[in-house]
């Protein structure tokens, strides 16, 4: 029953400005680590960004100083914001989510439908 439903991509112009969300839907789990993970045609999924339970953040180096990880924990809600983009950033972006059942000993992940975002003029 969990799911995780993304939305906020679109196309924008270089050096514009998306804001992308991920909810995580169902009952009866809590969340760890979430991300978000992007894939160009072509070319292997590759992260982007990851935040913790306690919100510490990890980027990947193309995109540090312009995106921005942050999650809304009452919401089960993580955002990916991205500033200055750019042609490169085009990719299908998916969100990530390592949850743990109520009762369950193990975590698992779960992933986004994915959302495609385009840098483009």
Not at 9 to 34: D, E, H, Y
Not at 35 to 55: D, F, H, M, N
Not at 83 to 105: F, H, I, M, W
Request: aromatic share 10%.
């Amino acid at each position: 029953q969990v799911q995780l439903v993304e939305s906020g991509g679109g196309l924008v112009q270089p050096g514009g400005s998306l804001r992308l969300s991920c909810a995580a839907t169902g009952l009866g789990f809590r969340i760890n680590t979430m991300g978000w993970y992007r894939q160009a045609p072509g070319k292997q999924r590759e992260l982007v960004a990851t935040i913790t339970s306690s919100e510490d953040t990890n980027y990947a180096d193309s995109v540090k100083g312009r995106f921005t990880i942050f999650r809304d924990n009452a919401k089960n809600t993580v955002y990916l914001q991205m500033n200055s983009l750019k042609p490169e950033d085009t990719a299908v972006y998916y969100c990530n989510a390592a949850l743990q059942r109520y009762g369950s000993s193990r975590w698992s992940d779960y992933w986004g439908q994915g959302t495609q975002v385009t840098v483009s003029s």
